[in-house]
């Protein structure tokens, strides 16, 4: 069997169905979004909306990212989530993973490393499905 489904199949079925939909259907909001091109919260940014999700920035810092709209906090995100994906520092995601409302998202994201076992354990008492590690980019 290849790799790549192996790293598929480590996937929870319920992100699996997720990923099967069309993408223009999974809205993604990216905590740690970034105008510098360089960095993985544009790089992922631009890869999701390459392949038609609709990608919703999110860092305080910023009012725009590749000429989307940012939010300050997923609170001010309007309409459903389905992912969040986090590509900050671990301390940082923690922080926002235990500010976060319950029923918030159906997938919790860590990208490699953002995450940490506390933030996991926090993160897991969401109810909300938790990835940690695999990367959005190669899954979607």
């Not at 489904?5 to 992100?15: F, G, N, R």
């Not at 038609?52 to 009012?63: A, C, K, R």
């Not at 995100?77 to 159906?106: K, N, W």
Request: hydrophobic letters at 45%.
């Amino acid at each position: 069997m290849p790799l790549w489904h192996k790293v598929k199949a480590m996937l929870p079925a319920k992100v699996l169905e997720l990923l099967r939909r069309d993408p223009h259907e999974v809205r993604v909001a990216l905590v740690g979004a970034s105008e510098a091109r360089h960095k993985y919260g544009n790089i992922i940014l631009r890869d999701l909306v390459r392949k038609g999700y609709p990608v919703i920035p999110v860092n305080p810092s910023l009012d725009e990212v590749e000429g989307l709209p940012c939010y300050a906090d997923l609170a001010a995100v309007p309409g459903p989530i389905h992912i969040v994906d986090f590509v900050v520092p671990p301390h940082v995601a923690r922080a926002v993973t235990e500010a976060l409302t319950p029923g918030l998202a159906e997938v919790l994201w860590y990208q490699p490393g953002a995450y940490d076992r506390p933030t996991v354990t926090a993160a897991q008492g969401l109810g909300a499905e938790v990835v940690a590690g695999p990367c959005i980019m190669v899954e979607t």
